[in-house]
């Protein structure tokens, strides 16, 4: 997964503490604490389903919590990550403000969410053409952020945008269209 491959190359010379919003399975926080041992590492997810392999790992510390009510002090995070998890929220404002509440003057804030909303992708046309929207009734995908959309909410919530990358998933919007 290339969009992994990039933060652990911002992380790969860091120090610090990281948290990691919505950690699902573990398996992405799993790869973070094994390139870098200086880091601690935490988790938080709303599930506290954690695999049984994470438990092992010293530098890595889960909490049962709600993106909305991070459970950290002020300023704590130098990195935080949240891959695929934006577009499953309600309330995006509230959770990219606590966000931006934990982690660190001049830290970074890494993620990842699909950009359905956005015309310029196939998914993002077939939704403004005819409302298609698969990814709501099987992923549950709430948010269709396009590009615009996505930068005015993390300016509005005090972000500061120091690079944006994409992946299309082509042959997965192919396969889900077609």
Do not use: C, M
Not at 42 to 49: E, M, Y
Not at 88 to 95: C, N, R, S, T, V
Not at 114 to 119: A, M, T, Y
């Amino acid at each position: 997964q290339s969009f992994v491959k990039l933060f652990l190359d911002e992380l790969k010379d860091g120090n610090g503490d990281s948290l990691d919003v919505g950690f699902g399975n573990g398996k992405v926080l799993f790869q973070l604490a094994k390139i870098n041992k200086k880091i601690n590492f935490f988790g938080i997810d709303i599930d506290d389903k954690v695999t049984p392999y994470l438990n092992n790992i010293k530098n890595i510390k889960f909490k049962k919590a709600s993106v909305y009510e991070i459970p950290f002090e002020n300023e704590k995070f130098t990195y935080i990550s949240s891959f695929e998890v934006l577009e499953h929220l309600k309330y995006p404002q509230k959770a990219l403000r606590e966000i931006n509440r934990v982690l660190k003057v001049g830290g970074i804030f890494y993620f990842t969410t699909p950009l359905e909303g956005d015309k310029n992708n196939l998914y993002g046309k077939k939704y403004h053409r005819n409302g298609y929207d698969p990814h709501r009734k099987y992923y549950g995908h709430i948010q269709k952020y396009s590009l615009k959309r996505l930068k005015s909410l993390l300016k509005e919530n005090g972000f500061v945008i120091n690079k944006v990358s994409f992946t299309t998933h082509f042959i997965n919007q192919f396969w889900t269209i077609f």
